[in-house]
């Protein structure tokens, strides 16, 4: 059994007057893949959120509990986000790189966190980057031109290349594939595949199938309650809870 | 009713509705035909000046300056008797009234005309020269047809003897129509033939750079923290409503609020560019603020969210990736508030740029004239001579806006940027 990376102890989260989670206790383990799953609003997306603290920017969000990465808390006020983050990479539903060139989508992240002080070492994360992201091959002579005008599943590659240019430990996955076709798809599950070898992966989706496919873990989410989690074969297989059950065969959802 | 029925009910109420949409662009359209006419057909004269060829003999005897003196002796001497016996020879008047309406031909300036030539070219004293003196606002608006000459001769401001001397200058081929440089290097004056706009386009430049240089920073700045830092809350939902308000104050009561505040209280120079500049900044403030958060605001979220994603600060977020992308919306709507600004007169009016400034400002603190109120000024003038330059000022005026807007929609296709 791995180590555990992440641990989230009593985690409750409220939007204004509206409870999102509910005392959600769930650790992931390192350098494996944790699916997300259960139904649209189920709080899958505010807790890992809630990982790298990107809720803070949501004025009304308030987060309660515990989260630790490493035995260290973050959720605490006098932690530096900026550095959390820069350990914590995300990538989000909709590709969003930024309107700029490619190489720049890339050099950013470093650039801002002291990495690569000359261009050369720029010029090696960037290709590094971009050869773990899977991309390199198809956008190596054009990386001046814009991150915007790749394809939907090359952006998606491309921001997860970003997420990695800062060498992070853990790397958020926000339902990374729902705005892709099924080749970009089979493309970017390859891409988690090995990417698990050195990063520690929670990946929300709402496909089943791509949740059998790429996560050692799965935990679903029910009304903001963490209604159980295991091993993947054995949720998908074999669960404890009822309700578990009737979500993945199609019941409800 | 039947499914034809119903149907052609709807492709008839289609047909409608482009049929008034068409006819409603034809009507504006229309509107702005007959203004730009009126204007053009009114100011585009104003750009030409009507002279009076005639010949100069700088005759040792009158003059005071003898060749090589020095140009402060020049500046100083008096050309008055050359000038006189020059328009006198002109042509034959027979006694001292006839002389005068002959004079009256010219312009006033016609001294300072014959005084530059002499010094613009050496050596001049016992020599002849012909030179083109301007002619008078009469004979100006005469010659360019504004002027009726059917009138019994009491209502004219011209009498039958100038006429006369007129046509006999005509038939000589001693009228000549030039560009009028006076348009644009000369300050106002009561004389019409020697008003020009220098002063104003001056005033108005100093005036726009100092509403720019004040309103432009602030108002990024205000919209930046309101739209990106700022909690929300009932304190900026109140900062918010107020600005809106703000922008649809009546201009006129920035001016009253700077007569009282930069005039009464701290005593700033009236007539000025700097008080213009500081009181067109106050009523431009909320019309950039508007627009530049809007651009902010069309930034999507998720530009925001990937940099914080990789670690960025707030302030990086925002100074790396939002503000760019918000940059040409940004400018554009400043120039557009600019230029709203460069045609607002009221304000101008009430602390005191209504005054008549002869001279071209030097400095932001020299009483100063502006575009919109010289043309208020001129409109209401009795001489024949403004109407044709009211309309040119316009015509300056409005090609001031027009290029100022282009250039607004210019920055903004040129450097907008496509997201997703």
């Not at chain 1, 050099?107 to 801002?112: A, L, R, T, V």
């Not at chain 2, 830092?229 to 009561?253: C, G, M, Q, R, Y």
Request: hydrophobic fraction near 40%.
């Amino acid at each position: 059994m791995s180590d555990i990376k992440i641990k989230s102890k009593n985690l409750n989260v409220y939007y204004g007057d509206k409870q999102a989670l509910f005392d959600v206790n769930l650790d992931l383990n390192e350098k494996e893949v944790t699916a997300l799953i259960g139904p649209s609003g189920c709080g899958k997306s505010t807790f890992i959120r809630c990982i790298n603290r990107m809720n803070d920017v949501i004025d009304i969000c308030k987060v309660e509990g515990n989260i630790e990465i490493d035995g260290i808390e973050i959720n605490d006020k006098e932690l530096d986000v900026v550095s959390l983050r820069e350990r914590v990479g995300m990538v989000f539903q909709k590709p969003n790189p930024f309107p700029k060139s490619i190489y720049d989508n890339i050099s950013y992240g470093p650039k801002i966190h002291g990495k690569g002080e000359t261009k050369n070492e720029l010029d090696e994360i960037v290709e590094r980057s971009l050869k773990k992201a899977a991309l390199w091959e198809e956008v190596k002579d054009r990386l001046d031109e814009p991150g915007t005008g790749l394809s939907g599943g090359q952006q998606q590659r491309l921001c997860i290349a970003r997420a990695i240019s800062v060498n992070p430990e853990v790397i958020l996955m926000d339902e990374p594939c729902s705005a892709l076709d099924p080749i970009a798809t089979a493309k970017i599950e390859e891409l988690i595949d090995e990417l698990k070898k050195t990063y520690t992966i929670v990946i929300v989706t709402h496909s089943m199938a791509q949740a059998v496919r790429v996560s050692q873990k799965t935990g679903f989410f029910h009304l903001g309650k963490l209604i159980e989690v295991g091993l993947t074969e054995k949720i998908f297989k074999n669960p404890d809870n009822k309700m578990t059950q009737d979500y993945i065969t199609g019941r409800f959802g | 009713m039947t499914k034809e029925e119903r149907l052609k009910k709807r492709h008839n109420s289609e047909k409608r509705f482009r049929f008034y949409g068409l006819a409603s662009i034809f009507v504006a359209l229309l509107f702005v035909l007959i203004l730009v006419n009126n204007i053009f057909s009114k100011g585009s004269s104003a750009f030409m000046k009507t002279a009076i060829n005639v010949e100069v003999f700088f005759d040792p005897e009158l003059l005071e300056v003898k060749n090589g003196s020095t140009l402060d002796e020049i500046q100083e001497a008096d050309f008055y008797d050359v000038t006189i016996e020059t328009i006198l020879k002109s042509y034959p008047a027979k006694n001292l009234d006839e002389e005068n309406e002959l004079i009256d031909l010219f312009t006033t300036d016609a001294e300072i005309e014959i005084k530059n030539a002499f010094i613009k070219n050496n050596n001049l004293v016992g020599k002849k020269i012909n030179l083109e003196i301007t002619a008078s606002d009469d004979i100006d608006q005469l010659h360019k047809g504004n002027y009726p000459r059917d009138l019994p001769e009491d209502r004219r401001r011209i009498s039958n003897f100038q006429l006369k001397i007129y046509d006999n200058f005509v038939a000589d081929d001693k009228i000549i129509k030039n560009f009028n440089n006076y348009f644009f290097s000369n300050g106002d004056s009561r004389n019409p033939e020697l008003a020009g706009i220098g002063g104003a386009l001056v005033g108005s430049f100093y005036s726009i750079l100092i509403c720019l240089l004040l309103s432009f920073p602030v108002a990024v700045l205000a919209s930046i923290y309101l739209e990106e830092f700022a909690p929300k809350n009932k304190i900026t939902d109140f900062i918010e409503i107020n600005i809106n308000n703000l922008a649809a104050v009546p201009s006129i009561v920035y001016g009253l609020l700077a007569l009282q505040i930069l005039l009464a209280t701290i005593q700033l120079p009236r007539s000025t560019p700097l008080v213009a500049g500081i009181t067109l900044a106050l009523m431009t403030l909320p019309r950039i603020i508007i627009p530049c958060r809007a651009s902010l605001k069309a930034v999507p979220p998720s530009i925001r969210e990937g940099a914080l994603a990789v670690g960025a600060s707030k302030f990086q977020s925002v100074f790396h990736h939002v503000v760019p992308l918000a940059l040409p919306g940004t400018l554009s709507g400043t120039i557009i508030g600019l230029a709203q600004a460069l045609g607002e007169t009221a304000p101008l009016i009430l602390i005191g740029m209504v005054a008549f400034v002869v001279d071209i400002p030097a400095t932001p603190i020299d009483p100063s004239a502006s575009l919109p109120v010289q043309v208020y000024l001129w409109s209401e003038s009795a001489e024949r001579g403004f109407v044709e330059k009211t309309s040119a000022t316009i015509m300056m005026l409005l090609s001031f806006l027009i290029v100022m807007n282009f250039v607004a929609v210019y920055l903004r296709q040129k450097f907008e940027k496509r997201w997703n």
